[in-house]
């Protein structure tokens, strides 16, 4: 009697092995870092809404440290300001390690990103064909893109209006400006006094409407709108570690799709700036065939950013004429920064606005 072979797809869990195993670890690190990122922001937000760093000075420094570490602020305010401010030498914390591991930070520490995926999470169950579509990339994903170079050109030209969607700011403001004063309204007393604030409104439909619509296509800001994801994904195409499928392994069974955060078309050739090194393909493909290692070969991937040079002048251009459309309404003059409430200590208006991000 001759001696049985066994193939591959006869010993599934001999072909996970130690990959299966050490990939279930890490994506269990990550979800435990991802919930440590996010209660140190609900800590900080509680510090400045209950006075807390009024009685603790060292604490505003720490504090300062979460929209200083942002690159994108970094850049746009040296862009519009021309000066490069001592403190902002902390986002070389999140810039240098993305140059190495790719988009590390929105997958493990943005805040608005951990957000959106505990909603999807908690609300949205899909499997099998529904979540592979959801999960592959769209053209659409190139809008980031246009916005980022918009919003540059703008700050070039002295309009600082990035923190209208990057990340940071905009958690920020949501809550300071929509989520507690909604609290406050339910529970009297909750902080102490109620804020009012402008706009409010529009800051909570905004914000719900970014929630509600990653039921439907998950992470949807972060995929779709975020300036500091597309920065990020621009610098991920140098980065040294990232994915690398084995044809020779890989079945097509597109299970690699399921919980991809990025959809950055792991089945496929790996879009870099896309990738939100999650993890979750490693421990989803049922032939280990995907791995990270450092420099996988290029034929393997899309190195590019997928957006026309055409598309992106076009955004410059758009971002270039709003600075002269502000001003022609009378929103960056001496005149009405009279009426205005600015907080105690600012400098004079148009030096304010090409340094307010607009966090709250």
Not at 271 to 297: H, M, Q, T, W
Request: glycine share 6%; with cysteine.
């Amino acid at each position: 009697m001759e001696p049985t072979v066994q193939t591959k797809a006869d010993t599934p869990l001999t072909v996970l092995g130690d990959s299966w195993r050490n990939a279930l670890r890490i994506t269990s690190v990550r979800i435990l870092v991802q919930a440590l990122f996010f209660a140190l922001f609900l800590s900080f937000l509680g510090f400045t809404t209950f006075a807390v760093v009024d009685r603790t000075p060292q604490l505003r420094k720490w504090i300062d440290k979460l929209l200083e570490s942002d690159p994108l602020v970094m850049i746009s305010t040296a862009l519009t300001t021309h000066t490069v401010y001592g403190a902002l030498w902390f986002s070389l914390v999140v810039l240098l390690p993305t140059l190495f591991l790719g988009r590390f930070f929105c997958n493990w520490i943005c805040p608005l990103g951990t957000l959106q995926q505990f909603v999807t999470w908690l609300l949205r169950y899909v499997t099998g064909r529904e979540a592979t579509q959801a999960n592959r990339y769209r053209q659409s994903q190139e809008l980031k893109y246009g916005i980022l170079v918009a919003m540059l050109a703008a700050a070039v030209l002295g309009s600082l209006q990035i923190g209208v969607l990057d990340p940071i700011a905009l958690l920020f403001r949501s809550f300071t400006a929509a989520v507690l004063p909604t609290v406050d309204d339910l529970t009297p007393r909750f902080t102490g006094d109620l804020r009012l604030h402008q706009g409010a409104w529009f800051i909570g439909f905004l914000f719900f409407t970014l929630a509600a619509v990653s039921l439907f296509r998950p992470r949807f800001f972060c995929r779709v709108l975020c300036p500091l994801g597309a920065l990020l994904g621009v610098l991920s195409r140098f980065s040294w570690w990232r994915i690398e499928r084995d044809p020779v392994r890989c079945n097509g069974c597109n299970r690699c799709l399921l919980n991809c955060e990025g959809a950055c078309d792991p089945h496929a050739a790996l879009r870099k700036s896309e990738c939100l090194v999650c993890f979750n393909c490693l421990e989803d493909c049922p032939e280990g065939a995907i791995r990270f290692r450092f420099f996988p070969p290029a034929s393997h991937e899309v190195t590019d950013v997928d957006v026309s040079r055409r598309k992106l002048i076009f955004a410059a251009v758009v971002g270039a004429l709003f600075p002269p459309w502000t001003r022609a309404t009378g929103r960056t003059t001496r005149d009405f920064s009279s009426r205005l409430i600015r907080p105690p200590g600012s400098v004079e208006e148009i030096e304010f606005l090409e340094r307010c991000i607009k966090c709250d």
